[in-house]
């Protein structure tokens, strides 16, 4: 079993539609968790930020972490075009040197 | 906010050369960085951990004869793919630490070894 399970997708949605992003992990230490976008063919940019449990909003965007049921959730609201890309979730614990682990990333395709 | 700057973005070798592969944090100071590949359409494998003055630490498997890294300096890390290989064509990633425990990766490099 991986540490961090994610569907790569792809997901294709309409414009406008509330878009969910999910993670699952295994590991019970993982503290902080982080959800990055990736375009085709650059890096990683990190979108959002959480620590333990609970919600956290920036813009459009919602993260979720419910540290009992390990799993974790991007929100994308009202998603445009331009969120198109490669989602990874990526988490790391207070132990091991805070290593991070990444999903596979999921792929979003919104339609215009 | 931090940048960090890769480079090239993408290169060609024959197979049997060797490439390098920069990465730069700007405007930032960089202890640590953090080496990653990802094939098409898998997640970021970390290569290796690069503190600035010291051995680079290879996660296992990772060959460090083969994927030498220098960290001379705070705002520069090199990745030196030696005596390249088909099988060694990936997209290769480098990132710094920077907010919190966020991570600030670069553009990314596209090696084709044929």
């Known amino acids: 079993q991986k540490e961090v399970e994610q569907d790569p997708g792809p997901l294709s949605v309409p414009e406008g539609a509330i878009v969910s992003l999910n993670c699952t992990y295994s590991?019970?230490?993982?503290?902080?968790f982080m959800w990055y976008r990736q375009y085709s063919r650059k890096g990683p940019e990190l979108l959002m930020y959480?620590?333990?449990?609970g919600n956290k909003e920036d813009g459009r965007f919602t993260a979720q972490v419910d540290k009992s049921s390990k799993y974790i959730s991007l929100f994308i609201r009202d998603s445009q075009p331009s969120d198109s890309a490669t989602y990874l979730c990526?988490?790391?614990?207070?132990?091991?040197?805070?290593?991070?682990?990444f999903g596979a990333g999921t792929r979003l395709f919104v339609k215009a | 906010g931090a940048v960090v700057s890769q480079h090239p973005s993408w290169v060609i070798c024959k197979s049997g050369t060797s490439v390098k592969i920069e990465c730069r944090s700007l405007d930032f100071q960089a202890t640590t960085m953090f080496w990653y590949r990802q094939f098409p359409k898998q997640s970021l494998m970390l290569m290796a951990t690069s503190n600035e003055g010291s051995k680079a630490t290879y996660e296992q498997g990772v060959e460090k004869d083969k994927f030498l890294i220098n960290h001379a300096s705070l705002t520069l890390s090199t990745l030196t793919v030696t005596s390249a290989h088909p099988e060694d064509s990936s997209f290769y990633i480098c990132s710094a630490q920077t907010v919190g425990y966020g991570y600030t990766f670069g553009s990314g490099t596209r090696l084709t070894v044929v």
């Open positions: 959480t620590y333990s449990s």
């Open positions: 990526a988490m790391s614990a207070n132990t091991g040197g805070f290593k991070t682990i």
């Open positions: 590991n019970s230490a993982f503290q902080y």
